[in-house]
């Protein structure tokens, strides 16, 4: 396992939320500031549009099937701060489909790697508060409240790299397959240094494979996911939306 150090900044406490919720007509905001906002709405938006276009008929079924996307994205990526969080697919009460985010911002130099691997269970307990948002009965102030009480998990940072190779940028998204999440953990080195090798900290996301190959899908890449990219999130065919999909048992690839 690579050395990551635990900042000792700490994000404000309480889970902000965005989106859509079953038991709600609109969209809802807590404790997110408007330069997460911006960028977050925009790029949700644009993928809803693009992802229903692309897979026409087969969209709602993908949507409503998708898992549930952890995130670690670096300062810069939706304002200033780094962020965590959960994308859930989500629909609001007259049935228009959006997903629902609950996140939390970190420290600028937080590493998006080194907090992933560090905080399983945190992004566990945070996807049964996202799937507890999906029942229509839902006590929203009560649970905005729970939210709300929650912190972030340990900021880490990663280790000054070992040599002095000069990073290849690459716009191209890497996608890894776990076996589970225990071997996600285990190569959580070698994704550091795929990430290393971009030169700059990568939005990481993570979640469950299909369900015909079972395990964890790791996706990098130096910006949010595009069209194509999202497409796969929701359907979990990689190979169709042009992804390569590499399976970890060993060096993973650096671009």
Known sequence: MPCWTQLNARAAVGIGLYGKLPG????????????????????????????????????????????????ALPAGICGSSAWVGVLVPSVDKVGRYFPLTLAINMPIDTD????????????????????????????????????????????????????????????????????DEQSAIGHAGEVLAAQTARGRPCCLWEAAAAEDEGGRVVMLAERLPLEAEFCAMLTGRWAEHGINKHSVAGALPSR
């Open 24 to 71: 709600l007509g609109d969209f809802v905001r807590r404790r997110l500031p408007g330069e997460f906002v911006a960028v977050w709405d925009n790029w949700l938006q644009r993928m809803v549009k693009c992802s229903r276009e692309a897979l026409a008929h087969d969209w709602l079924d993908a949507y409503l099937s998708a898992p549930i996307w952890r995130f």
């Open 112 to 179: 998006p790697v080194g907090t992933m691997f560090s905080a399983q269970r945190w992004f566990a307990a945070l996807e049964q508060y996202g799937l507890a948002a999906l029942n229509q009965r839902l006590d929203f102030n009560a649970f905005d409240e729970r939210l709300g009480r929650i912190g972030a998990p340990d900021a880490m940072a990663a280790a000054d790299a070992a040599d002095d190779t000069l990073p290849i940028p690459s716009d191209k998204a890497i996608c890894l397959h776990f076996a």
